[in-house]
């Protein structure tokens, strides 16, 4: 069934169920902005704030240090930053001379970054101090030519040491004068910030952000400029009666990932809004900001509010400032839910989408209908559509599982040399996501898991997260994950891993007779494992891979 959007009425009046979009590229948002609002903070680091006006002029800089260094329209830059002010410069850098902004995660492994760099065809990475002996030491097996280091105390308010717990944690490297390696202040000083012509072509490619390697080898999903200002302008029509130039967000999703990337980075940058950065998302932090900076907007996966929310420190806090918050990765439980509005007073919306999206594709109505357990309706001018998980070629009815199908403006090109995984999912201008849902009558779309996720028990079709939300309703759960595991008779079977909330001990007898009360006897897992943690991504997702690899040495080792 594919969603029709003249009818749908879960929008609210104020948002249009169609755009037409602004034919502007996110450098030349940049500018803009700063014309419109000169002296409004973009960044907030840590209370270092860098105005509109500011950004733009150092953008400027930086995209002539990368000029002089050879970079020119169509070639890459790496970033491998945390969420400090020199990746967001470094991005729209790249973007003003029309080169490709590459993102990588800092916590990769040298094999995996070795592999995204040369996948990329970076010629320059910027990079951490920190993590300079590590870009040094694969550097040759590369294409890499120019490295530049990036202090984490070089944007902080004096006294910077001082200030919050992480920085203590960190240690200054200065960076020792060698060839193709300069430091981002030394490349700053005295540059010509005057404005630059903007090179990026609507059409043309603009980011890669790699898909995690969660299920393989990492693939580099292609961005153009439309689909990055697109997704931006989709998302901004749906805060309707949010003034530009008049909000703040707490920027705790990472820019390396597709959330951060768009949802704040390049979101904040459109309305005029502010970025409180945040370069460690540790609870501590977290509230540290929340307290002196009162930010309008606080994102985050559910792991991340049911940790605060478990943090007497988190409850204590007057957050009636909050006037939203929007969650991604999967939906918030209704208790997770209500405590957060109890807290603040503040809306809620549940966002869904893949890097392949931009990422976002569908969400709950801002002051509408949230609908616990779905993730909304999809953005203005997005087509969506449920098919047969066998052949794909068949629409469901309503009601019925199929794989989710999506077809707009901020559907990637593909992904970077890679035609064959392209042509998989890319099919007749629709995105075939691989994941499983249903529509409801108003067109609200449940996700029910991934479609490689799926546990064939004795030709049973079982879903993992329908057992995780219902052990996520336990009182003394505080996170869930099930993977399928080998079964002599049965093929595959349900395994659960449990950590439970703090200072509460559970007993395994007692979750599965809560499961069995709850769930079809063939859902129902035989061996529940209890974990102090579960491990998880960079924005915080469970990733049941590595649960999967776990189990799988186990087995190894037992054998």
Known sequence: MSFERSWHRSYPAAVPT???????????????????FPRRAALNYMGRFISYEKLDAMVNAFARALTGMGVKKGDTVAMLL????????????????????????????????????????????????????????????????????????????????????FVKKQMYKKVERQDGVSEFLDLMEGRDSSALPNEAGWDDVGTLIYTGGTTGVSKGVMLTH???????????????????????????????????????????????????????????????????????????VPTIF?????????????????????????????????????LTGGDLINVYGLTETSP???????????????????????????????????????????????????????????????ANVLKDGWLFTGDIGFLDEDGYLTIVDRKKDMIVAAGYNIFPQEIDEILFT??????????????????????????????????????????KERLAAYKVPKDIEIMNELPKSAVGKILRKELRDLERKKREGAA
């Open 226 to 300: 439309a689909n990055m200002s697109c997704n931006v302008q989709q998302l901004r029509s749906w805060f309707y009666d949010i003034e530009d130039g008049n909000a703040s967000i707490l920027a705790i999703f990472p820019f390396f990932h597709s959330a951060g990337f768009t949802g704040m980075q390049n979101f904040s940058v459109w309305g005029g809004w502010t970025d409180v950065l945040v370069p460690r998302p540790e609870p501590s932090v977290i509230i540290e900001l929340l307290r002196k900076y009162r930010p309008d907007f606080m994102p985050g």
């Open 474 to 515: 336990h009182p003394k759960v505080l996170e869930a994950c099930t993977i399928g595991i080998p079964d002599a008779y049965r093929g595959e079977a349900p395994k659960a891993y449990v950590v439970p909330k703090p200072g509460e001990t559970i007993d395994r007898d007692e979750l599965i007779r809560f499961l």
């Open 360 to 422: 976002m594709g569908t969400a709950s109505p801002w002051r509408g209908n949230i609908k616990p357990g779905t993730v909304g309706v999809p953005f203005p001018s997005t087509d969506l559509k449920i098919v047969d998980v066998e052949t794909g070629t068949r629409e469901m009815k309503q009601g019925a599982s199929g794989e989710i199908c999506f077809r707009g403006p901020q559907v990637m090109k593909g992904y970077y040399k890679k035609p064959e995984e392209t």
């Open 82 to 165: 945390p969420n400090i002010p020199q990746v967001v410069i470094a991005n729209y850098a790249a973007w003003r001379i029309g080169a490709v902004a590459a993102q990588n995660n800092p916590l990769y492994t040298e094999r995996e970054l070795t592999y995204q760099l040369n996948d990329s065809d970076a010629t320059v990475l910027v990079t951490l101090d920190l993590l300079l002996p590590r870009a040094l030491k694969i550097r040759a097996d590369t294409k890499v030519r120019h490295i530049v280091t990036c202090h984490i105390s070089d944007y902080l308010p004096f006294p910077k040491k001082q200030l919050f717990p």
């Open 306 to 342: 049911i940790g605060l929310l478990n943090t007497p420190e988190f409850r204590s806090m007057d957050l009636r400032f909050i006037k939203g918050f929007i969650a991604g990765a999967a939906p918030l439980s209704v208790e997770t839910i209500n405590d957060l509005k109890n």
């Open 18 to 36: 169609e755009i037409a979009f602004d034919r502007i590229t996110m450098p030349e948002v940049l500018t803009r902005t700063a014309r419109r």
